[in-house]
């Protein structure tokens, strides 16, 4: 999917870096999303999304499956980009410490299989990347599915896509943070 970078700079009211390639990673224990978004001077592209997939089960087993996969993905992408920025959603502590161990050492392992391929990586909070595209819930009370839509709804209007999947539309978000120049 391609759309004119002015169009989404527009909607942002951000400026977009220019020719860079980012690659958001929607770190989950069962369903990883990942988006790879590239930019030129006149448009920004939805170079590739994927999803990881583990069945809930043995964790040594789920890990051993997610690395298989992240391994292929990343050989794939190594042989089509150079990523310049790596963003990893870093995890935070809900009420669930299994689950703030899985998604640490998920995001561990993407960091380590992707350090070679891109030059630069940075763990965000998905707050802070949804502030920095200015999402904003339509009330304070929105969460869970409700908060999934929303996501997935202002990622579509941004780049004017279909996206179904909240894990790929949270991955969108990380990497199009990662092109909104800093100040």
Same mark, same amino acid.
């Not at 224990?29 to 999303?33: K, L, P």
């Not at 997939?53 to 089960?57: E, H, I, L, R, S």
């Not at 998905?126 to 949804?130: D, E, K």
């Given at each position: 999917?391609k ?7 527009n909607?942002l !009211?951000?400026?977009l870096?220019?020719g860079?390639i980012?690659?958001?990673?929607? =770190?989950s ?5 990942i988006a790879i978004l590239?930019?030129t001077?006149?448009?920004?592209i *939805?170079?590739? =999304?994927? =999803?990881v997939? =583990?069945?809930?089960?043995e964790?040594?087993?789920s890990?051993d *499956?997610? *690395?298989t ?5 990343? !050989?794939?992408?190594a042989q089509k980009?150079k990523?310049?920025l790596s963003?990893? &959603?870093?995890?935070f502590f809900?009420?669930n410490v299994k689950?703030?161990? /899985?998604?640490?050492?998920f995001g ?5 299989k992707f350090?070679?391929? /891109?030059? #630069?990586?940075k763990f965000?909070l998905?707050?802070? #990347?949804?502030r920095k595209?200015?999402?904003a819930k339509s009330d304070?009370k929105v969460?869970? &599915?409700?908060?999934?839509k &929303?996501?997935?709804?202002?990622? !579509? ?9 909240h894990d790929i539309?949270d /991955?969108?978000v990380?990497?199009l943070?990662? *092109?909104?120049?800093e100040e």
């Open positions: 999917k759309i004119k970078i002015s169009t989404v700079e909607k !009211n951000e400026p870096i220019r860079m980012t690659i958001g990673f929607d =770190v224990m069962y369903s990883t999303g590239r930019t001077d006149d448009y920004l *939805l170079e590739q =999304v994927k =999803v997939t =583990v069945p809930k089960g964790l040594l087993d890990v *499956l997610f *690395l996969q992240i391994k292929d993905f990343k !050989n794939e992408v980009h990523i310049d963003i990893i &959603e870093d995890c809900l009420k689950t703030l161990k /899985a998604l640490a050492r561990i392992l993407i960091y380590d350090r070679d391929v /891109a030059e #630069a990586t965000v998905p707050t802070q #990347a949804r595209v200015h999402f304070k969460k869970g &599915e409700a908060l999934k &929303e996501i997935i709804e202002y990622v !579509n209007y941004l780049l004017e896509t279909k996206i179904e999947s539309a /991955a969108v990380l990497a943070a990662g *092109l909104i120049k």
